[in-house]
């Protein structure tokens, strides 16, 4: 089955832990993203990697980083997450960009930062 | 900035009727936009997409409709089902890179 898939779904950690979510994906796209999703202010893309080895700033990068090794995976690193930083964060891709084809999204990983 | 946004937060219509969910975007410039849908504890899931170029496009009871010179989109669904019931978000495409998305609009279907 075509699919993005996170993990974990849900974590609870405390200030200046460092965490990593994994995000990988099964349709050998080229494009990934990462999304956080705040009550009233809607999806708000954090970094994007149009492939292998090339990644750039989204709207609100502050605070994380991001790796592409591998076309399928493209884990999400909060090295020092503060409770700022709680949010539903949402993993895409998609074949070639986000203007050419449609975003294909995982089910999220609920942060909690305390 | 740009940005995409919905004219009605919530929307409640009866099962069996034609349900229309509203997006204005700023971004004169922008050519792709997508329709997602988003069920409680999943990710958005792709419903529809348009680009600029065409002024409506019909999927399996849903058709989106751009009107470029209000700058409007629209999501229309036929006969709505409970299973429709979801948060539904407009995006555009924002210089190729990235899309902005608009805050959802809350569908509840009533029995």
């Known amino acids: 089955e075509a699919q993005v898939t996170q993990n974990p779904r849900y974590l609870i950690t405390v200030t200046g832990k460092k965490l990593t979510v994994t995000c990988s994906q099964n349709m050998n796209h080229e494009y990934m993203s990462w999304y956080r999703q705040d009550p009233g202010l809607g999806l708000r893309q954090i970094y994007y990697?149009?492939?292998?080895?090339?990644?750039d700033k989204g709207d609100v990068p502050e605070g994380y980083k991001v790796s592409r090794k591998e076309k399928r995976n493209f884990p999400l690193i909060l090295e020092s997450p503060s409770p700022n930083q709680t949010s539903l964060y949402f993993c895409?891709?998609?074949?070639?960009?986000?203007?050419?084809?449609?975003?294909?999204f995982g089910n999220g990983t609920r942060l909690t930062v305390t | 900035g740009e940005s995409v946004g919905l004219h009605l937060p919530t929307l409640s219509v009866q099962e069996g009727d034609n349900s229309i969910i509203n997006c204005a975007y700023s971004n004169s410039a922008s050519d792709y936009f997508i329709w997602y849908k988003q069920e409680s504890g999943k990710g958005p899931q792709f419903i529809i997409d348009i680009r600029s170029n065409m002024d409506k496009r019909q999927g399996q009871r849903v058709t989106v409709l751009l009107n470029k010179t209000v700058k409007h989109l629209s999501l229309q669904i036929a006969a709505t089902q409970p299973g429709d019931s979801a948060v539904y978000f407009c995006?555009?495409?924002?210089?190729?890179?990235?899309?902005?998305f608009g805050p959802g609009t809350r569908l509840s279907v009533l029995p």
């Open positions: 995006a555009e495409n924002n210089y190729g890179q990235n899309f902005v």
């Open positions: 895409a891709s998609s074949f070639s960009g986000a203007g050419n084809s449609p975003l294909h």
């Open positions: 990697s149009m492939n292998v080895e090339v990644t």
